[in-house]
């Protein structure tokens, strides 16, 4: 197999990701934390076999990056677990799920296999520039499953002359994030970014967001609702809410991106804030990326458990910018106190119906 070798011998062994790996704090085995998967890595790269043990242990990591922050041999493992997984898949070496999870998006465009239209949600398509230099992406998860999140945003974004791609598709991120090419994917939305004369990309969801910056053309600007959101503070006509929320930090957003002080200028400008015990390059991952949740989805629930025990005593709400972290932690036993940034920023402003 074709792996970095150069990246695989920089892990100097010394076991510090042991300590921050949110799956092997659950499962407690060494091919469950970043060590125990770079030893893997390194074997299949000398010819081990990959079995269902091997696949488990590269297929388990929801590549957080908190093992990354922590490196004192500064390596990115997400990146080199996703190489791998790559190279599994390129040879037909994938599990169920993972091959399931590629034929919905493939034939259908979104993660659910899904066949309505993928803006349902929006009564009234006449309100859709047709050229606009900004771009709301919704995302699978907005676009099917929390829509009222998708009309928010868009409520909001619209002020500001933010308009949508008229066939969007799935941005890609499942795919890439488990091993397979999502090019006819990135291609047919940078055809409609084009068209509609799109400069700048913005999205609600963090895994699209690290997708669209980071496996789209560089010449497409990509913000994050929160921080569109921080900029535009002063013109949302928000009135302050009497309560206190915590803020879930989103793996693909912060540590991944750095976006860490956006979202808390956002919550602070509508109510108070208190902060989880573990917060920003600490916070704990929510168990629902990198394809653990559709593969793994006992393991991916007992992280997100793990995580609701960072919530402050006192807090109204569990405030988070990922649509992935709110299905899980909802999951784990939150329910509807997982609300999304824009959801409780609807709540101060008065939007459009």
Not at 8 to 20: A, D, E, F, L, M
Not at 64 to 87: H, W
Not at 317 to 324: F, G, H, K, Q
Request: hydrophobic share 35%.
């Amino acid at each position: 197999m074709k792996l970095d070798l150069r990246s695989i011998n920089r892990c100097v062994r010394c076991g510090t990701c042991r300590s921050v790996c949110p799956v092997f704090e659950e499962s407690g085995w060494e091919s469950a934390n970043t060590r125990g998967r770079i030893l893997v890595m390194k074997g299949l790269a000398n010819g081990l076999e990959a079995d269902k043990e091997v696949q488990d242990s590269l297929n388990t990591c929801t590549t957080c990056g908190i093992c990354t922050e922590k490196c004192p041999a500064g390596i990115n493992p997400p990146q080199m677990v996703e190489e791998a997984r790559r190279e599994l898949a390129a040879s037909g070496i994938m599990t169920a799920e993972q091959s399931d999870l590629s034929r919905r998006i493939y034939g259908s465009g979104n993660t659910f296999g899904e066949r309505t239209r993928r803006l349902a949600w929006l009564s009234d398509r006449s309100r859709l520039e047709s050229k606009s230099d900004y771009v709301y992406f919704v995302g699978c998860m907005n676009s099917y499953r929390y829509t009222e999140t998708a009309m928010n945003s868009f409520a909001l974004l619209s002020k500001f002359g933010v308009t949508m791609l008229p066939d969007e598709q799935c941005c890609g991120s499942p795919l890439l994030r488990t091993g397979f090419s999502a090019a006819r994917l990135v291609d047919a939305n940078v055809r409609q970014m084009e068209q509609i004369g799109a400069r700048t990309i913005i999205t609600g969801c963090a895994g699209c967001y690290t997708t669209l910056k980071n496996s789209y053309p560089a010449d497409i600007r990509v913000q994050s609702i929160p921080e569109f959101l921080a900029e535009h503070i002063s013109e949302l006509d928000i009135k302050p809410l009497p309560i206190k929320v915590t803020y879930h930090d989103p793996c693909h957003l912060g540590r991944h991106n750095r976006i860490f002080e956006q979202p808390r200028r956002v919550i602070e400008a509508v109510c108070g804030l208190l902060e989880m015990k573990a917060a920003r390059e600490n916070a704990r991952c929510c168990g629902g990326g990198g394809g653990v949740r559709s593969g793994y989805p006992d393991l991916s629930l007992r992280m997100a458990k793990r995580r609701l025990l960072d919530v402050p005593e006192g807090v109204d709400y569990i405030v988070t910018s990922c649509p992935l972290c709110i299905r899980n932690l909802r999951d784990a036993g939150a329910g509807e106190k997982v609300i999304d940034l824009v959801d409780l920023v609807a709540r101060a402003t008065s939007l459009p119906k």
